[in-house]
């Protein structure tokens, strides 16, 4: 039976009808059309299909789209204003921080809540804020080079959140 | 793969759950994390025919200290855990366990309540519960952590109980807790926990069996003065683990022995 599903994707309020096995990655990809989440694995591994909820890094993949009732989810569509790439995507490009590029939304995602936890990590910190993100292509040197850059161009600029309670999942 | 089809509600409150789980019948599952139940819906090797998600009943996110004990509710996530002042500060060891659950995307997710209910043999707070003596408090009854875990996947709840709470005395003497595993983001393929406590020493073995193991050779050699070296050769005794694709049951005994001489010697300093 299809329920009633409301939820913020990108600073737009959407309202849809799922079933509740819907995965919300699915439910982004096909309901919303946003195919930049990506889907790497059945095990929850992989971290290609992570997205923000509120300020919480979750894998998209492990979570039914009728869980993210009233949740603010932000996608890799939603973090370019217009031409100008956000610090991170900016950096993945000019790092190389990418090859064949499917894991690099899930990478960069989790790279932006990693810079808000954390605004000038070492690269052991870069290393472990990303395990739970797998490369086939790059070897990591460069998207852990990609993320330092970016945490230098947006010196400053990143808010320490709250260390409270996830609320990813809402109620 | 796309999980069969359930009926789903929210739940919010514990009672709410219980009548919830009671309508759907047997084969309807609690919510929580999500984090081993959906990937086992994705594969089809759970199929729950509802689900009752209790991500929205508050009365089961706390972390408080009262009376001695430190009392965690069963919805606090491993990343409230890992960063919460009075786990660091009474069970320390607890808050470095949490730190080391999946990755920040499992750790924003995962609970403590739900490891311990799903009791996976490679889950690791099981093996605290065990050795650090926990409670287990459900709507119905309290459970000893050595009489919870019934074996790999089964507990002693019955289908329509809710795990509420989990009680731990303090424990804040030296300790450590190692796992051993391929990648960071690994389940344990072997992990030992040592605590000092009262005087003495609790130690706890992950993935050995189908269930936590409390290594209590280990803690009696400890007593009788036995060398770090010499009580950790315990550590296998009894063991008769399975083999799995990253381990043989004899590489799992020898990680056993290793893994507790290096918990303890950590956990002194040495
Ligand atoms: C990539 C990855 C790595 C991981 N690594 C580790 C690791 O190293 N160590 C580790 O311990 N775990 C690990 N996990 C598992 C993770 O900690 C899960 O969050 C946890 O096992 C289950 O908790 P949950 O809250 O997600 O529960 P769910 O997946 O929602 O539930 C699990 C089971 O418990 C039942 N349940 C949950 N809560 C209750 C309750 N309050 N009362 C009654 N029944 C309940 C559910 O019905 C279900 O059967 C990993 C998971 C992933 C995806
Ligand atoms: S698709 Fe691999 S973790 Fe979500
Ligand atoms: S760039 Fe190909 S998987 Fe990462």
Not at chain 1, 78 to 84: I, Y
Not at chain 2, 111 to 122: E, Y
Request: net charge neutral; proline share 4%.
């Amino acid at each position: 039976m299809k329920r009633k599903v409301s939820l913020t994707v990108n600073g737009t309020r959407r309202e849809d009808e799922v079933e509740p096995r819907l995965l919300l990655v699915h439910y982004l990809r096909d309901v919303a059309g946003l195919t930049g989440t990506h889907i790497g694995c059945d095990t929850s591994q992989c971290g290609a299909c992570t997205v923000l909820i509120g300020d919480k890094a979750v894998k998209s993949c492990t979570m039914f789209a009728v869980q993210a009732q009233d949740a603010d989810v932000q996608t890799i569509e939603g973090l370019a204003k217009g031409d100008q790439l956000h610090p991170l995507q900016q950096a993945f490009w000019d790092e190389h921080g990418l090859q064949c590029g499917f894991c690099t939304p899930g990478f960069i995602m989790a790279g932006v809540y990693l810079l808000s936890q954390n605004p000038n990590p070492t690269d052991d910190e870069i290393r472990k804020g990303l395990e739970g993100n797998l490369c086939r292509c790059t070897g990591y040197v460069n998207i852990v080079k990609a993320v330092r850059t970016a945490a230098k161009t947006m010196g400053g600029q990143t808010k320490q959140p709250q260390a409270t309670a996830a609320t990813a999942g809402g109620d | 793969m796309i999980p069969a089809a359930f009926e789903y509600e929210k739940a919010g409150s514990v009672e709410e759950a219980v009548s919830l789980l009671q309508r759907f019948g047997e084969d309807a599952k609690i919510l929580a994390g999500g984090h081993s139940l959906i990937p086992l819906m994705r594969l089809r090797l759970a199929q729950p025919s509802a689900l009752v998600d209790i991500n929205g009943v508050k009365e089961l996110n706390y972390v408080r200290l009262e009376g001695g004990k430190l009392r965690i509710g069963a919805m606090t996530r491993h990343v409230e855990l890992q960063n919460n002042d009075l786990v660091r500060q009474n069970v320390p060891m607890l808050a470095e366990i949490a730190d080391e659950v999946g990755d920040n995307q499992v750790r924003n997710m995962g609970t403590i309540g739900g490891v311990l209910a799903h009791a996976d043999s490679a889950g690791d707070y099981p093996t605290l519960a065990l050795m650090l003596e926990a409670e287990l408090v459900t709507n119905k009854s309290r459970y000893q952590a050595k009489d919870f875990f019934k074996d790999v996947f089964t507990t002693a709840m019955a289908a329509d109980e809710v795990l509420c709470e989990v009680v731990f005395a303090v424990a804040n003497g030296p300790h450590k807790y190692i796992k051993f595993r391929r990648r960071l983001f690994d389940w344990a393929i072997v992990g030992a926990g040592a605590q000092k406590l009262n005087g003495g020493w609790r130690i706890g073995l992950t993935n050995v069996g189908p269930m936590p193991v409390r290594a209590t050779a280990v803690e009696q050699a400890l007593a009788s003065g036995a060398t770090p070296e010499q009580a950790a050769e315990h550590a296998s005794d009894g063991l008769n683990p399975s083999g799995d694709l990253r381990a043989s049951p004899d590489y799992k005994k020898h990680l056993a022995r290793v893994l507790t001489k290096r918990a303890i010697q950590q956990a002194q300093g040495a």
